[in-house]
């Protein structure tokens, strides 16, 4: 009976201890499993913060990529597009690139890399897929520059392509805005009308597309109209060009002496 009496009592304090010591091991361990938590969501963590960033890496090159590729796409369209229009042109043909924009805000002139190496003589003119861009007025070994159509102190000899009405285009300053010079009031224009080179004075190729008639303006009791042409051609924002030699030297200087 005392041997059971004290394994009961026995057995009672195990239990109580038991009790006693299982909260204060739950407390010391926690911590232990907490800081174990802890370090496995940091490294996990950081491992998808590294990852990510791996991640966004190959993305921004396979970006660049596709950039390039899609430049180089757009670039190859121009470029046959440009040999298209000039398997239209009789004479020599020479593909440029445009280097500069002069930015000047009273003259429209550009630059581009082709010169007296490529044989580019002052008259040349130069046209893009949509229309005339202008002529070249300076001529170096490795570059020209270029007097575009919307210069102030352009002209370039015209006619409307539904009628064959003929006029001179002068350049306003404007980005893309061209006037018809000493229009008469009754002359058969109307908005719309597509203006092309006569090719008058040798220096453009006839027939090619210079601009849009947009807007008319006749006052009474006044001889002439005001006539505003959009040009076709993208001017300054082209980056490649076509290059065309005169067909035939200007009148005006077979006449001097």
Do not use: C
């Not at 174990?36 to 090159?61: A, G």
């Not at 006749?218 to 082209?238: H, I």
Request: hydrophobic fraction near 40%; avoid cysteine.
């Amino acid at each position: 009976m005392m041997i059971d009496h004290r394994g009961g009592y026995l057995d009672t304090t195990r239990v109580v201890l038991s009790a006693i010591v299982s909260p204060l091991h739950y407390a010391m361990d926690t911590p232990i499993q907490v800081v174990h938590w802890v370090n496995d969501h940091l490294i996990s963590h950081s491992s998808l913060i590294e990852e990510n960033t791996r991640l966004r890496h190959r993305l921004f090159r396979s970006q660049a990529r596709l950039r390039r590729f899609s430049d180089l796409e757009a670039e190859n369209t121009r470029l046959r597009q440009l040999l298209g229009a000039g398997e239209k042109i009789a004479g020599k043909v020479l593909i440029t690139e445009l280097l500069a924009v002069d930015m000047d805000p009273f003259s429209r002139r550009i630059m581009i890399d082709k010169g007296t190496r490529e044989d580019v003589a002052t008259g040349d003119s130069l046209i893009d897929t949509k229309g005339v861009m202008g002529q070249v007025i300076r001529v170096g070994p490795f570059f020209s520059t270029v007097l575009l159509i919307t210069d102030p102190s352009h002209a370039i000899p015209v006619q409307v392509n539904r009628n064959g009405f003929r006029s001179i285009a002068l350049g306003t300053g404007a980005r893309d805005t061209l006037e018809l010079s000493h229009i008469p009031t009754n002359a058969d224009l109307d908005i719309g009308d597509v203006l092309v080179t006569s090719g008058l004075g040798g220096r453009f190729p006839s027939g090619y597309p210079v601009g849009e008639i947009t807007y008319i303006k006749r006052d009474v009791g006044q001889p002439f109209a005001k006539v505003l042409v959009k040009p076709y051609s993208w001017l300054e924002r082209n980056r490649e060009a076509l290059l065309v030699k005169p067909m035939a030297r200007p009148l005006m200087e077979g006449m001097v002496p």
